[in-house]
């Protein structure tokens, strides 16, 4: 599936449909100059990046966007919004065109994780580096491409979901009917997820799972769903909805049935989800922090124009988030991470090339276990062995060893405030 950059540029439109393509989805971010070449705003010599992802019109990605930004102002890095509307030419069109138009790197976020191959084979043949986080091809790893795909980051689904559905079964008192609201079959995060809330239902075997239904991740689905659930089980204590859009569609139909003793949950930590926490009408949501990933990715896509080099293990790795559980750590985590200021992160210590000696995360990041995580995604192909270069840093105490490297590197912990109003283990990092 390699694509050369003479069959690459071929398959471009000619020059002004190109820029036609690119202007309809690149943002006027003040970090790229009017034409969307870079040069403009506060950019010094570090570099250009684009910050392609798939959708606009959420506030998680408008964190995302935001958290983009300020670490590219801080770096003094061009940055330029791609936003490709989840439509796979476009998103073709961003990586094999980067080069080209004078862009060092990519930090990316895929609707579609089957395209991973190609389009990190087309960067890589280009000379573009890469940090992309969430969504990959399974049983694909950065020693199947080459060293531009710098690393590669998600949020643990497995780890948080069972850690979210144990904190609801716990306020369920340990037993009752529960309702399982899930996403787009198919989807991994929907696998990721649904796996992790089995995992913490055989921990209880008093919770009784009465129904479970695919809510397609949006309200607009997951409410009719829902209603004619709630018919069917009257008596449900808990519903487990994987994402806050259906979640905020299951409050909907609670409250059109004037049911406010129902125990809702929710992933993402979205202004509405965590409005509804606050106030009482919903239970609990794992939050995300997009901003941060964006901004990790932006920092670690400068430090490989520097010559930064990952250890292998640290070139896919869990991202620490964390779960809110009480109306205060809602409140304040929303006004932290959606009231419209800059994002309480030190970009530059987060830098290698900036701070070589003393760089600092700002959360807690750990190896991913690829040999569990693509297995739960897809069977291993026949014949086919993890990279010798990924199973080398394994032994020994490997993953170990680089998750030690992170946590006594960790910074002064940003989320301190919000952690504080947390119970539980609501509010520790998940990885």
């Given amino acids: 599936m390699k694509l050369s950059r003479r069959k690459s540029i071929a398959a471009v439109a000619a020059s002004l449909a190109l820029a036609a393509i690119l202007a309809a989805c690149s943002?006027?971010?003040p970090n790229?100059?009017?034409?969307?070449?870079?040069?403009?705003?506060?950019?010094?010599?570090?570099?250009?990046?684009?910050?392609?992802?798939y959708s606009s019109n959420n506030s998680f990605f408008n964190s995302w966007q935001q958290g983009s930004d300020e670490a590219a102002k801080a770096l003094g890095v061009t940055n330029e919004r791609q936003v490709d509307d989840a439509d796979p030419d476009k998103t073709l069109t961003i990586f094999r065109t980067a080069e080209s138009r004078g862009f060092d790197a990519i930090t990316s976020m895929l609707a579609d994780p089957g395209m991973t191959e190609i389009l990190l084979n087309t960067a890589q043949e280009n000379g573009t580096y890469v940090t992309n986080a969430w969504n990959i091809a399974p049983w694909l790893t950065p020693w199947d491409i080459g060293d531009k795909w710098v690393s590669f980051i998600a949020p643990n689904d497995v780890a948080a979901s069972e850690q979210l559905a144990t904190m609801l079964f716990e306020e369920m008192g340990g037993s009752g009917e529960v309702i399982h609201l899930t996403g787009v079959p198919g989807n991994t995060a929907d696998i990721l997820r649904t796996e992790g809330f089995e995992r913490a239902l055989a921990k209880f075997p008093n919770i009784e799972l009465v129904a479970r239904e695919p809510g397609q991740f949006n309200r607009g689905d997951a409410e009719p769903v829902i209603s004619a659930l709630l018919t069917a089980h009257?008596?449900?204590?808990?519903?487990?909805?994987q994402n806050d859009d259906m979640a905020m569609g299951v409050l909907a139909a609670l409250s059109a049935r004037d049911k406010s003793d129902v125990l809702v949950t929710g992933i993402d930590g979205t202004p509405e989800m965590l409005e509804a926490i606050a106030d009482g009408r919903a239970f609990a949501t794992w939050a995300q922090h997009g901003g941060l990933a964006a901004a990790w990715q932006t920092v670690q896509a400068f430090d490989a124009m520097h010559g930064v080099k990952l250890d292998?293990?640290?070139?896919?790795?869990?991202?620490?988030?964390?779960?809110?559980?009480?109306?205060?750590?809602?409140?304040?985590?929303?006004?932290?991470?959606?009231?419209?200021g800059a994002f309480p992160f030190d970009y530059k210590k987060m830098?290698?090339?900036?701070?070589?000696?003393?760089?600092?995360?700002?959360?807690?990041?750990?190896?991913?276990d690829l040999e569990e995580f693509y297995s739960l995604l897809e069977d291993k192909p026949s014949g086919y062995e993890l990279p010798s270069e990924y199973l080398d840093a394994l032994k020994d105490g490997g993953a170990d060893a680089a998750a030690?490297?992170?946590?006594?590197?960790?910074?002064?912990?940003?989320?301190?405030?919000?952690?504080?109003?947390?119970?539980?283990?609501g509010c520790q990092d998940i990885y």
């Fill in 27 to 29: 943002s006027s971010d």
């Fill in 32 to 53: 790229t100059n009017a034409s969307g070449e870079p040069g403009g705003g506060d950019a010094g010599s570090g570099g250009s990046i684009i910050n392609q992802y």
């Fill in 234 to 241: 009257p008596n449900v204590k808990g519903i487990f909805s």
């Fill in 312 to 340: 292998p293990l640290e070139r896919m790795m869990w991202l620490g988030t964390f779960i809110i559980n009480t109306p205060e750590a809602a409140a304040a985590y929303n006004d932290m991470m959606y009231s419209g």
């Fill in 351 to 368: 830098s290698r090339y900036l701070n070589p000696d003393d760089w600092a995360p700002p959360v807690m990041f750990a190896p991913i």
């Fill in 404 to 425: 030690k490297k992170y946590a006594d590197r960790l910074a002064e912990d940003p989320f301190a405030e919000v952690r504080k109003l947390c119970k539980g283990n």
